[in-house]
């Protein structure tokens, strides 16, 4: 079968050369062959470095012209243009000004060009990208965190919305963008989730039944 | 930063952090791999000559281990301080910028580990010196060795010595290193527990 060498792994001649430190991960694809499949490490990092297809959160620094310059935590600004969004065109231009939240895709990510995103999925449709509204909160977390809160049925997530209502944006970043009622309820959110990095289940489970009880 | 440890062999410690793959400045960017720097700030006072010196040595360990191809035109940037020197500080060094280098996630095809050799008048061989004998000794040797086959990386030696002592002193330091090894898999795995 085919194997597959996904992050932390590279190819060395003939052999496998492991680059980061992490546990070793397993997939096992759907023919079920003895050696195919998928493997890679899960190593924990601060630092974010861009992959095509990955959904961030970037946040505007500058206009040159016909493109937005992003900043979204890599060693490089990625640029993102004015036509990318959806349903924009020369004369109905998006309205993006400097300091706005942008959630959008890489369509180029690699370690030789400038990355480049988009606010559109290949149909043209946005599916849930674009320009983030006002209010909320942005805060930055592990990249480990963001990757366990976006796995199926996370618990933390569902505990949490059993709090309070409110609406979550994950970057792959590392970034967060949270918005509740009130101020106080989105900044006991941003604090539950940071420090559940940290947490035991158990633990978080007593700290969510603190706050439901008041 | 990155990344910020502390391993300490005795009473020497040396605190580790790491920034990268990160912008670079017009001037230092390398068009095919990372620029990485490398800091270090002594306990007390300015950075001098001998702090440039040992600046280069673990620049130029830690470019022979880290896969900078991957991040073009990025800089790394590694700064160590100085906490406490008691002896064998540029092995704790080392040490300290492996550590970061591990704990940051930037990718490397090996690891290293720094050991001090010293001799003493007599001839004997002493790992891990402290500064009283540092002192006393005819000469000393640090060993930067690799994880993978425990190739020696960087050697550089205060003193004389002859050709045999410096192998003697090798074989002492390649033992010495795999308990190095395992302390680092030890920290290693105590991390990734808690998660």
Redo the contacts between chains.
């Keep these: 079968g085919r194997l597959l060498c996904g992050p932390g792994l ?1 190819r060395s001649g003939t052999g496998l ?1 492991v ?5 070793l991960r397993h997939r096992q694809a759907g023919g079920a062959a003895p050696a195919s499949g998928a493997y890679w490490v899960d ?5 974010y ?1 861009p992959v095509k297809g990955d959904h961030v959160i970037g946040i505007v620094t500058a206009k040159a012209g016909d493109v937005f310059k992003l900043d979204v935590g ?3 600004q990625a640029s993102l243009s004015y036509l990318a969004f959806e349903g924009a065109t020369k004369r109905n231009r998006p309205n993006v000004q400097v300091g706005d939240l942008v959630y959008g895709q890489f369509l180029v990510a690699n ?2 060009m400038e990355p480049e995103m988009v606010c559109i999925d290949s149909h043209g449709r946005s599916s849930g990208m674009g320009i983030i509204g006002q209010d909320g909160f942005l805060f930055k977390v592990s990249l ?1 965190l963001i990757r366990k809160l976006l796995a199926p049925k996370c618990e933390i997530i569902q505990e949490l919305s059993q709090l309070y209502p409110f609406e979550l944006v994950l970057g792959m970043n590392g970034r967060i963008w949270v918005k509740a009622k009130t101020v106080q309820q989105t900044l006991i959110i941003v604090n539950i989730l940071e420090a559940c ?2 947490m035991t289940a158990e633990q978080r489970r007593q700290v969510l039944a603190k706050f439901s009880g008041n | 930063p ?2 910020a440890l502390s391993p300490s062999p005795g009473d020497t410690s040396v605190l580790a952090g790491l920034y ?5 400045k017009g001037s230092k960017e390398l068009p095919d791999r990372a620029a990485l720097e490398v800091l270090l700030r002594p306990k007390v006072g300015l950075p001098g000559v001998v702090e440039r010196s040992r600046e280069q040595l673990l620049r130029q360990t830690c470019e022979a281990v880290v ?1 900078g191809a ?6 790394i940037t590694l700064v160590l301080q100085v906490l406490s020197d008691a002896g064998s500080l540029l092995s704790c060094c080392l040490n300290a910028a492996c550590m970061g280098l ?1 704990d ?6 090996s690891l290293f580990c720094g050991v001090t050799c010293a001799l003493d008048p007599d001839g004997a061989i002493v790992l891990d010196p402290t500064t009283q004998q540092e002192q006393e000794a005819r000469a000393i040797l640090t060993f930067a060795i690799d994880s993978a086959e425990r190739k020696v990386l960087m050697t550089t030696t205060k003193g004389s010595c002859s050709v045999e002592e410096m192998q003697q002193c090798l074989a002492a330091a390649q033992r010495a290193a795999d308990t190095i090894f395992q302390f680092y898999r030890d920290s ?1 795995r105590r ?2 527990s ?2």
Excluded: F, M, W
Aim: aromatic residues 4%; glycine residues 10%; positive net charge.
């Design positions: 590279r050369l680059t980061k430190c992490g546990l190593s924990q990092q601060k630092r470095v890599g060693s490089e370690k030789d480990g990095e940290y | 990155r990344s990268g793959p990160a912008e670079v896969l991957l991040h073009p035109r990025t800089a591990l940051a996630g930037l990718p490397l095809s290693v991390k990734y808690k998660s």
